[in-house]
């Protein structure tokens, strides 16, 4: 029982044991198809406790073992049970993970996982496989920011808790810098400030070198005037006032989420660039002053155009996933309609570019290099989850949900966009193919 797995990698044998040693580790490992979250990640390796959530208030604790840590080649956690809501040990029986490092002879890293379980290896394995190819593309994402001149920063991040804001900030703090997350509560630590959307505060943005905006109000939901205006003045204003503090505070780089909304629901028999003009419709002329709102003189800015994120942690494929596991899947109205994509850690390289690739000004759209249509979606999800596709969705099924002008302008828009400035500057993506990405996201 168990498993063993082993991977080697392009990068000395201190970066890579040091990586696992820095906040944001854990979050990064955990398989996203997983029901687990990470509550607490070990204050240190050697001897610290991480503590995992798990469905029904359950605890998965990893106590981290002093008498087997030896750096740069080795460190062991422990399940332990303490408390009442631990898992309880005759439930998941023991669990010993032993991490090995060893230096191969061309100066790369040979990693080995070996866990000491009753679960089979065949349970294990999709975890283990996601696990090293992850790390392996976080050190290749790390390594390219280095070279492109990043050096450790002080980094700013609003809607850090959110999907993409959470993964970033992890991304990030693995990377050495330094993530500030800027909350709408009570700050707690020095890791947190802050922040009244309305009115930041003078000192919002001492010490900090770029800023990651990437706050606003969730579109999906029926466009009634309120979602509207909620939508709205989640974004504009909010986005004016702290670019105005960024600018102020001598912020080099400001980067704010944007949307490919911009070009407009209906654009069919169209490739939209960054250089297409603005298309019609509620988002598109929220997204066009939620822009202009992002770009303060003398500050460096990018605005991330962002297309449909893959991730079962949110979005579409979150809606889903549970649709087409039962085998009800299928696509949407004709299904000719294009969706322009993105893995959700291909997004989170996107932003590390912008915060170093000089290159990158202005509207970027960040969307994987290969659309595909409404059907190719449909039947791609479900050879990924061995499950029939072939029940279309009639039109009017997101309409009773988004309301007809939400289904029109989210659910059935029509949008083959294009990364002309990311291929400019040579950038590569993890995950070019949506079955690629479908499998990684899902553990297939």
């Known amino acids: 029982m168990g498993i063993e797995f082993t991977s080697t990698l392009d990068a000395s044998i201190d970066e890579v044991f040091g990586w696992f040693a820095k906040p944001g580790a854990l979050r990064r490992l955990l398989p996203p198809w997983q029901p687990m979250r990470a509550i607490h990640e070990a204050d240190s390796i050697a001897d ?15 106590q981290h073992m002093a008498a087997d840590f030896s750096p740069p080649h080795r460190f062991v956690d422990e399940r332990v049970v303490d408390g009442p809501r631990s898992v309880p040990a005759a ?39 996601f696990r090293h190819r992850q790390l392996a593309d976080d050190l290749a994402a790390h390594h390219t920011a280095r070279i492109g001149g990043l050096e450790p920063s002080v980094i700013a991040v609003s809607g850090a808790s959110g999907l993409v804001g959470s993964a970033l900030c992890a991304l990030l703090s693995t990377g050495g810098h330094r993530v500030i997350r800027l909350v709408r509560r009570r700050a707690v630590g020095n890791d947190e400030r802050a922040w009244d959307p309305g009115s930041p505060a003078a000192d919002l943005l001492d010490g900090v070198d770029a800023v990651l905006h990437l706050a606003g109000a969730p579109i999906a939901g029926r466009f009634t005037d309120a979602h509207r205006a909620v939508i709205r003045d989640s974004r504009v204003e909010p986005t004016r006032r702290l670019a105005e503090s960024a600018a102020s505070n001598g912020v080099h780089t400001f980067v704010s989420a944007s949307a490919i909304g911009f070009y407009g629901y209906d654009r069919p028999g169209e490739t939209l660039s960054e250089s297409s003009t603005r298309g019609g419709g509620f988002l598109a002329e ?40 039962a085998g009800l899947g299928g696509r949407l109205g004709s299904g000719r309609q294009w969706l322009s994509w993105i893995d959700l850690d291909d997004l989170l390289d996107v932003y590390l570019r912008a915060l170093f690739d000089g290159r990158l000004v202005g509207p970027v ?77 899902l553990g297939r």
């Open 91 to 129: 439930l998941a029986g023991p669990w010993r993970h032993e991490h090995e490092f060893h230096e191969t002879s061309d100066g790369r890293t040979e990693v080995i996982d070996r866990v000491h379980t009753a679960v089979p290896e065949a349970l294990l394995r999709s975890t283990f496989e």
């Open 286 to 325: 929220v997204v066009d002053d939620w822009e202009q709102a992002a770009r303060p003189p003398g500050v460096r800015t990018v605005q991330v155009r962002t297309g449909i994120v893959q991730s079962p942690l949110g979005g579409t494929l979150r809606l889903q996933r549970p649709i087409y596991t």
């Open 365 to 441: 759209n960040a969307v994987a290099p290969e659309p595909v249509t409404a059907a190719d979606y449909a039947t791609t999800l479900g050879r990924v989850l061995h499950r029939p596709a072939v029940l279309p969705v009639p039109e009017f099924g997101p309409a009773l949900l988004l309301g007809r002008q939400g289904a029109r302008e989210l659910a059935a828009a029509d949008q083959r966009v294009v990364c002309h400035r990311l291929d400019d500057v040579g950038h590569v993506f993890r995950r070019p193919s949506l079955e690629a990405s479908l499998r990684h996201q």
């Open 48 to 62: 610290g406790r991480a503590v995992l959530g798990l469905p029904g208030g359950l605890r998965w604790q990893a």
